[in-house]
């Protein structure tokens, strides 16, 4: 809905891919605000969470779906509901990095110890290749004394897997999914935007160290 696309509108989507009832091509779109296509999702993937547990190689599907297109993309980016399920088993099992937006708060900090020991056990069995390929602080309030504290503790955790840049709390970020559009297009000058702008870059040259 933030890209420009009604969900209520998409004839195809994710779930049909997903149980086989439609190809990539059949159900990808062109977001119509911004250089980027998406494969989209509306209720419909709720069914998906049941109808998997019958499917043949079920913790595979979505590797072996965009395995098939991986040479069209310089990223491919999944965006995962916040629980684990079969659905975001398919999505450890597709990536190759694993981008964690956390807030700075204790109940996240607890949520995140419980993650990375999933990371750990899907890595084991399932995606040898799979790795936290950061830890991305958002709503971020540097004047919070909580913020200051548990941020210390990602980098005494983490060390250089968490990401230098972090998202503000921006009113800008909060407004751009009602209007349609991503942030960049809603208000490329606004914090939220600069930030992940900001991201973006920190994140390339991310790669290109990895890459040398």
């Given at each position: 809905m933030?890209s420009g696309?009604?969900?209520?509108?998409?004839?195809?989507?994710?779930y049909?891919?997903?149980?086989?009832?439609?190809?990539?091509?059949e159900?990808?779109?062109?977001?119509?605000?911004?250089?980027?296509?998406?494969?989209?999702?509306?209720?419909?993937?709720?069914?998906?969470?049941?109808?998997?547990?019958?499917?043949?190689n079920?913790?595979?599907?979505?590797?072996?779906?965009?395995?098939?297109?991986?040479?069209?993309?310089?990223?491919?980016?999944?965006?995962?509901?916040?629980?684990?399920?079969?659905?975001?088993?398919?999505?450890?099992?597709?990536?190759?990095?694993?981008?964690?937006?956390?807030?700075?708060?204790?109940?996240?900090?607890?949520?995140?110890?419980?993650?990375?020991?999933?990371?750990?056990a899907?890595?084991?069995?399932h995606?040898?290749?799979?790795?936290?390929?950061?830890i991305l602080r958002?709503?971020?309030?540097?004047?919070?004394?909580?913020?200051?504290?548990?941020?210390?503790?990602?980098f005494n955790?983490?060390?250089d897997?968490?990401?230098?840049?972090?998202?503000?709390r921006n009113?800008?970020?909060?407004e751009?999914?009602?209007?349609?559009?991503?942030?960049?297009?809603?208000?490329?000058?606004?914090?939220?935007?600069i930030?992940?702008?900001?991201?973006?870059?920190?994140?390339?040259?991310?790669?290109?160290?990895?890459?040398?």
């Amino acid at each position: 809905m933030g890209s420009g696309i009604d969900k209520t509108e998409c004839e195809t989507s994710v779930y049909d891919v997903l149980v086989g009832e439609a190809t990539f091509d059949e159900a990808v779109v062109r977001a119509p605000e911004a250089d980027f296509d998406i494969l989209p999702a509306n209720g419909d993937l709720v069914a998906a969470e049941i109808e998997l547990l019958e499917v043949a190689n079920r913790e595979s599907r979505l590797r072996d779906i965009l395995g098939a297109v991986s040479d069209r993309y310089e990223f491919i980016v999944i965006d995962c509901p916040p629980s684990l399920n079969m659905l975001t088993l398919n999505a450890l099992v597709a990536a190759q990095g694993v981008i964690i937006p956390m807030q700075c708060e204790y109940y996240a900090l607890e949520g995140l110890s419980d993650l990375v020991n999933t990371i750990s056990a899907v890595s084991e069995t399932h995606n040898p290749s799979l790795r936290i390929e950061g830890i991305l602080r958002t709503m971020y309030d540097p004047r919070n004394k909580l913020t200051t504290e548990v941020s210390g503790q990602l980098f005494n955790h983490f060390g250089d897997r968490v990401y230098r840049t972090v998202v503000p709390r921006n009113i800008r970020l909060a407004e751009a999914p009602s209007y349609g559009l991503p942030v960049l297009q809603y208000d490329r000058q606004s914090r939220g935007a600069i930030a992940y702008l900001a991201l973006a870059g920190e994140m390339l040259r991310r790669q290109e160290q990895i890459s040398a």
